[in-house]
T-cell receptor
Framework: EPEVTQTPSHQVTQMGQEVILRCVPI?????FYWYRQILGQKVEFLVS????????KSEIFDDQFSVERPDGSNFTLKIRSTKLEDSAMYFC??????????????FGEGSRLTVL | EDKVVQSPLSLVVHEGDTVTLNCSYE??????LLWYKQEKKAPTFLFML????IEKKSGRLSSILDKKELFSILNITATQTGDSAVYLC??????????????FGKGTKLSVKP
C-alpha cells in the first residue's frame, strides 16, 4: 500500500541550528501539507503546497520556515534557526486532490524534532 | 477563531463496552468533518462526513454528523484492546478556491482494558 514516508524519524539539534525535514509523498498525489504536534497538544496546520508554490500557511509558519519540492519526489520543510518551542512532531501529509473533495489526507509517521 | 472541541479528553473502558466520542466545531467555512485514529504516530483515516444525518459505518465503528448543531459523534461498539488510541476529529476549512486546511481537535485518548 502506498504511503507517505518521512525522514529522519527523530532529530536532536541545538537552538539556532538549521533543520531540514524530508517527506516523500505518495507518488500520484498533488497536494502536500505540513502539520506539527507539540507534545500533549493538538495537531496544528503549518502550510499547504500545490503546483510548486505555497497555497496557504498558518500564522505559525513565519519567516524561519520554508518549504520546497526540490525534485519530483521530495517535499521538504526547513526551519532556519530553531528555537526551543519548535520541538514537536512534524507530520507530512498528501492528498490526490483537494482534500475536501476526497476527504482523506494521508499522513506520514512523523519526524520528531527535539531542540536543546 | 475557528475551533474543534472534543470530549472527553480521555476515557477508560473495559473490553466489550460501547463508547461514544464527541466532537463539536465552530468553523467559518465548513466543508467536511473527518475522524482519524492515532495509535503510535501517524493519524490513520476513519471517516469523512459531509452531510447531516447519514451514518457512516465500518465494522464496529460508526459516525454521524449534525450540521445544524455543529457536532459529530464516533461510536465504537464491543470495544477491544486494539481500539486503544487517540481519536482525532478534524474539520476541513475551505475558503474561496483555496486548498483549505484541516483544523484538529485535541483528541480523545481511549484506553480499553482487558
Amino acid at each position: 500500500e502506498p504511503e507517505v514516508t518521512q525522514t529522519p524519524s527523530h532529530q536532536v539539534t541545538q537552538m539556532g541550528q538549521e533543520v531540514i525535514l524530508r517527506c516523500v509523498p505518495i507518488s500520484n498525489h498533488l497536494y502536500f501539507y505540513w502539520y506539527r504536534q507539540i507534545l500533549g497538544q493538538k495537531v496544528e496546520f503549518l502550510v499547504s503546497f500545490y503546483n510548486n508554490e505555497i497555497s496557504e500557511k498558518s500564522e505559525i509558519f513565519d519567516d524561519q520556515f520554508s518549504v520546497e519540492r526540490p525534485d519530483g519526489s521530495n517535499f521538504t520543510l526547513k526551519i532556519r534557526s530553531t528555537k526551543l518551542e519548535d520541538s514537536a512532531m512534524y507530520f507530512c501529509a498528501s492528498s490526490e486532490a483537494r482534500g475536501a473533495f476526497t476527504g482523506e489526507l494521508f499522513f506520514g509517521e512523523g519526524s520528531r524534532l527535539t531542540v536543546l | 477563531e475557528d475551533k474543534v472541541v472534543q470530549s472527553p479528553l480521555s476515557l477508560v473502558v473495559h473490553e466489550g463496552d460501547t463508547v461514544t466520542l464527541n466532537c463539536s466545531y465552530e468553523v467559518t467555512n465548513f466543508r467536511s468533518l473527518l475522524w482519524y485514529k492515532q495509535e503510535k504516530k501517524a493519524p490513520t483515516f476513519l471517516f469523512m462526513l459531509t452531510s447531516s444525518g447519514i451514518e457512516k459505518k465500518s465494522g464496529r465503528l460508526s459516525s454521524i454528523l449534525d450540521k445544524k448543531e455543529l457536532f459529530s459523534i464516533l461510536n465504537i461498539t464491543a470495544t477491544q484492546t486494539g481500539d486503544s488510541a487517540v481519536y482525532l476529529c478534524a474539520v476541513w476549512n475551505i475558503y474561496g478556491g483555496s486548498q483549505g486546511n484541516l483544523i484538529f481537535g485535541k483528541g480523545t485518548k481511549l484506553s480499553v482494558k482487558p
